[in-house]
């Protein structure tokens, strides 16, 4: 497994939490995510073999968020 904290804009409320810990959380491969809302991060533990980087920014983004 990996571990990748991506920097994440336009994440505000508890709502964008869930918004991206329950859609990223389903890729298959991603083991865990969590979400810190005040550091604009968001944590993605996965198998690098399963999903790729990309992939999981691309769903980030696809829910209306900038990964920086």
Known sequence: MEQITLNV????????????ESTVGKINGVSEVKVHLNQGKVEVCFNSETVSIDEIKEVIEEQGYEVV
């Open 9 to 20: 804009n336009g994440m505000s409320c508890g709502h964008c939490v869930n918004s991206i």
